[in-house]
């Protein structure tokens, strides 16, 4: 059975909790909710999409090439796609927001993907997911909403994806991947 977005999915480690609100080919819409001093696991790039942070209770500091951004309840911060950036909620209390994707691109199967790896605690001691099951799923689902881990290098990644690809294949992630996701 697919992972079904439209549940919450927590990673007990970063503190962060997701679920789907909806989505269409423009885009993809979730509420994101952050434990105090939550966090996400590390800093990416999406680089097909603009990413939209509402921020209805609590307060956001994003990271953004670079540059700190701050925001309270009824505030908006967006990051544009190309750049790199990570967001953290520094305050005691719950940071409560819907995070908007544009354009949709695949984000749901992407989602899929990061939910069941969360879920089955596929996750490392910062609570980041694993690295090479996620990039064998980004060329499994031939990802148009492709994102990048900064700490991978751009020339890199795409070798990277290769390399985790082949891996996948040899170690039967497709298994994962046929759990998670819906074809």
């Known amino acids: ?17 997701f679920k789907t609100i909806s989505y269409d080919k423009e885009k993809y819409v979730m509420q994101w909710l952050v434990q105090p001093k939550g966090y996400v696991p590390f800093e990416h790039i999406h680089l097909n999409q603009d990413e ?18 701050f925001a309270k309840a009824g505030e908006s911060l967006t990051v544009p796609k190309g750049t ?15 995070v908007e994707y544009t354009p949709a691109l695949d984000y749901n199967k992407f989602m899929q993907c990061l939910m069941g790896l969360t ?16 990039g064998y799923f ?8 492709m994102t990048r881990p900064t700490v991978i290098p751009k020339p890199m990644f795409n070798i990277a994806l290769r390399v985790f690809y082949l891996r996948g294949l040899l170690n039967g992630w497709h298994k994962l991947y046929k759990k998670y996701t819906v074809d």
């Open 138 to 145: 980004l060329i499994k689902m031939k990802a148009k909403c």
């Open 52 to 69: 939209t942070f509402h921020i209805k209770s609590g307060a956001i500091k994003l990271v953004m090439d670079g540059k700190e951004y």
């Open 84 to 98: 790199p950036h990570i967001a953290y909620n520094n305050l005691d209390a719950v940071l409560d927001c819907v």
């Open 119 to 134: 879920n089955d605690y596929f996750l490392d001691k910062k609570g980041g997911i694993d690295i090479p099951k996620m």
């Open 1 to 17: 059975m697919a992972t079904n977005i439209y549940e919450t999915c927590t990673n007990p480690v970063s503190g962060e909790s």
